[in-house]
């Protein structure tokens, strides 16, 4: 059976492993639609594929997200949030808090899934794509990934909270105040994730964990993660996540946002950016040693190819 077609992301299998690859190297794999829709189908492929074990979620080209792309506002998500061309606020409270609709229910997908999922990180991870890079079980990445949440600052929320429950509250305050990114190493050393290794051995890392993972029974795999999200589901996972959706959209429309916006439009994104980070000297703003190295790419097919 040939693999199924996306058009953000490419789908793959070998042995006990599936892969999802999200597959917009020159835009640095940012979020447009349909890729939530699209992380959630190659989910559920994997979900209902009695030969796998062990899912990993990785980027092709030098990122893993540069989070959701604000070139055009909000003309990506066409009529779901607009009226006549303008941001409509009823329609986005209702397209972000509904399960069918909801990007953040989307890449929950990830989360909800019984069987284990592995986030390979690599270069950007910032934004919305961390959001839903740490719904993952387990998540590796390169010393020199940049994970962080510049929406802090400037048009957004969290929104899968996953920063919040990963964190300790001295460190998750800081994050959500500052919005300050981590290096892989960084982020590893803060518990964050779960580890960081060089780049070069990044993808035989990961696959070492899914082989080891795939040893064992699924049914085991399944009962271990269900009992530990069934926890964290207990602390108000989604009532945070309604929250975070919501307020969300209205920090994406206050006059600073829209100005932002506005400047991003008129200008450019990167003169927007750069208002917003300059002063903090990090993300696109940052010294080279501070920025994920360029040279680090990965290929959209690597060994996973079935």
Request: glycine content about 10%; hydrophobic content about 40%; proline content about 7%.
């Amino acid at each position: 059976m040939p693999p199924p077609r996306f058009e953000t992301l490419l789908y793959t299998t070998r042995a006990a492993v599936a892969t999802l690859t999200l597959n917009r190297p020159d835009q640095l794999n940012t979020i447009v639609p349909p890729m939530p829709d699209e992380i959630e189908a190659a989910i559920g492929l994997a979900e209902r594929d009695p030969a796998i074990k062990v899912i990993v979620l990785r980027g092709a080209g030098r990122a893993f997200s540069g989070g959701y792309d604000f070139g055009d506002g909000f003309a990506h998500w066409g009529e779901a949030m607009n009226t006549d061309g303008r941001w409509d606020p009823g329609k986005d409270f209702a397209m972000v808090s509904a399960r069918e609709t909801g990007p953040t229910q989307k890449f929950m997908a990830i989360w909800r899934a019984s069987k284990p999922v592995i986030a390979q990180v690599h270069g950007w991870c910032v934004g919305g794509a961390s959001d839903y890079a740490l719904c993952a079980d387990l998540v590796i990445a390169s010393d020199d990934a940049v994970i962080g949440t510049p929406y802090a600052r400037m048009w957004g929320a969290y929104l899968t909270g996953m920063w919040i429950y990963r964190l300790s509250l001295a460190k998750v305050k800081w994050h959500s105040l500052t919005g300050e990114p981590l290096t892989g190493k960084e982020a590893a050393a803060v518990e964050l994730i779960n580890e960081s290794v060089p780049f070069e051995q990044l993808e035989a890392r990961v696959a070492e964990i899914a082989e080891k993972l795939s040893g064992i029974p699924l049914s085991q795999l399944q009962a271990q993660k269900l009992i530990v999200n069934q926890a964290y589901e207990n602390m108000g996972l989604a009532s945070t996540q309604t929250l975070g959706g919501v307020l969300d959209g209205l920090m994406r429309n206050t006059p600073d946002a829209l100005q932002f916006i506005d400047t991003a439009a008129n200008e450019g994104v990167r003169s927007a950016v750069e208002r917003r980070d300059g002063p903090w000297g990090d993300y696109s703003q940052a010294p080279p040693d501070r920025r994920p190295d360029p040279s680090h790419i990965i290929a959209p097919y690597g060994d996973e190819r079935a």
